[in-house]
């Protein structure tokens, strides 16, 4: 019996030794991997993985066009027969406009946009000069960074540095086209009548150096909360960026509320060159982590795919462009009409509370008056007609 249990009892030492290893075994080969693959891996070709990234969204593009047209046929099928009592002005179709207009998009010469590149410059220039005198931008930053959607494993992030770029970027090439040329045309595009609508296109290209630096911590909170913590230091710079611009107004429909919009997006073939620098750790530092670049640049892409390009696109409500005194300056009466601006006002707000006293009289007599017969209205009864 003893014999027995000894043997057991090896038994079971060994199996729980080899165990043991293997389980120690596995830690080494995946803290090998971790280091071979994550820390020393090679950064892919930019080129192959541009390719390979505009490859996929083409896919997407596809796919979605297709889906599109599908839809389309389904709703003119089931269209209804429109009445033929109520005589509607003829409709409005993306060829009628371009004969009104004298543009013909096969003939008509790209244009340069110089003039459109000035006002974006100086814009542009008006926005840095606006970041330099105050830290709006600082805060609104960092409020999106340090959001409530921020991971439990970093600690509070900081920004060490923010550079907005020198250079402007540049217009060109722009060309008008029907937004069918491709079969259904870009999603930014909105149908006219029945000939679709137009869309203006043009190439953009900036090459600048516009950076972006925090700080942060990663924090392991296993098995105890801040076991382990290990600065990490991150500088994303916008190196270049070229693509193309899809523009094109959705006006408003007698149907619907909606506002005219203008909505913008970038075709699916934009290139975006990155250059990113990292350090990781206290002591031992780690520069310049290929895999952490590659993950930042992934999420980057992803987050400007997700907003702006084909098939999404980006929508601004556009204001009223009919002329109103209230908004006219300049001049030497400049002062005489934003004084008559507030007369007015002043005006309108009287009559509002002369109306107002007025109803209260009203009703107040009316109060009186039942109050006098002895009677009493029921809600929902017809008018001067009184419940005893």
Request: overall charge negative; hydrophobic content about 30%; charged content about 25%.
């Given at each position: 019996?003893?014999?027995?249990?000894?043997?057991?009892?090896?038994?079971?030492?060994?199996?729980?030794?080899?165990l043991f290893l293997l389980g120690q075994l596995s830690i080494v080969i995946l803290i090998g991997a971790f280091i071979k693959y994550f820390i020393f891996g090679d950064t892919p070709n930019e080129d192959a993985s541009s390719f390979t990234l505009s490859q996929s969204r083409r896919r997407g593009t596809l796919g979605h066009k297709s889906?599109?047209?599908?839809?389309?046929?389904?709703?003119?099928?089931?269209?209804?027969?429109?009445?033929?009592?109520?005589?509607?002005?003829?409709?409005?179709?993306?060829?009628?406009?371009?004969?009104?207009?004298?543009?013909?998009?096969?003939?008509?010469?790209?244009?340069?946009?110089?003039?459109?590149?000035v006002l974006v410059a100086q814009t542009i220039a008006q926005f840095r000069s606006d970041a330099q005198h105050d830290d709006a931008i600082l805060r609104s930053l960092s409020g999106v960074l340090n959001g409530p959607q921020i991971p439990d494993f970093l600690d509070e992030i900081k920004i060490t540095e923010v550079s907005?770029?020198?250079?402007?970027?540049?217009?060109?090439?722009?060309?008008?086209?029907?937004?069918?040329?491709?079969?259904?045309?870009?999603?930014?595009?909105?149908?006219?009548?029945?000939?679709?609508?137009?869309?203006?296109?043009?190439?953009?290209?900036?090459?600048d150096l516009i950076t972006l630096g925090v700080e942060t911590k990663l924090i392991l909170n296993y098995p105890k909360p801040r076991v382990a913590v290990l600065p990490v230091a991150l500088s994303v710079s916008v190196v270049?960026?070229?693509?193309?611009?899809?523009?094109?107004?959705?006006?408003?429909?007698?149907?619907?509320?909606?506002?005219?919009?203008?909505?913008?997006?970038?075709?699916?073939?934009y290139r975006l060159d990155l250059s990113i620098r990292s350090l990781v750790g206290s002591r031992s530092r780690l520069q310049d982590v290929p895999k952490i670049a590659q993950l930042v640049e992934q999420r980057?892409?992803?987050?400007?795919?997700?907003?702006?390009?084909?098939?999404?696109?980006q929508q601004i409500v556009m204001p009223s462009l009919w002329p109103r005194k209230k908004n006219t300056r300049g001049g030497d009466d400049e002062d005489v009409v934003v004084?008559?601006?507030?007369?007015?006002?002043?005006?309108?707000?009287?009559?509002?509370?002369?109306?107002?006293?007025?109803?209260?009289?009203r009703i107040h007599a009316e109060g009186l008056r039942r109050r006098?017969?002895?009677?009493?209205?029921?809600?929902?009864?017809?008018p001067d007609i009184l419940m005893a």
């Open positions: 019996m003893s014999t027995n249990q000894a043997g057991q009892s090896s038994l079971s030492y060994t199996q729980g030794f080899l889906s599109l047209f599908s839809l389309e046929q389904r709703q003119r099928s089931l269209r209804r027969k429109r009445s033929s009592v109520l005589r509607n002005p003829p409709p409005l179709t993306t060829a009628t406009i371009l004969s009104k207009t004298y543009y013909n998009v096969n003939s008509h010469q790209p244009e340069s946009l110089d003039w459109f590149n907005l770029g020198e250079d402007f970027p540049i217009f060109s090439n722009c060309r008008v086209i029907p937004v069918d040329e491709d079969g259904i045309g870009g999603s930014a595009g909105t149908a006219m009548g029945e000939g679709g609508g137009l869309q203006a296109r043009m190439d953009v290209d900036l090459s270049r960026f070229s693509g193309t611009l899809s523009i094109s107004f959705i006006p408003s429909s007698p149907s619907t509320p909606s506002p005219t919009t203008l909505a913008f997006s970038f075709l699916d073939d980057l892409h992803s987050w400007f795919d997700e907003r702006c390009v084909e098939p999404r696109f004084g008559s601006d507030r007369r007015e006002s002043r005006a309108e707000t009287r009559g509002d509370r002369e109306n107002e006293r007025e109803e209260g009289e006098a017969g002895g009677g009493f209205s029921m809600p929902g009864t017809m």
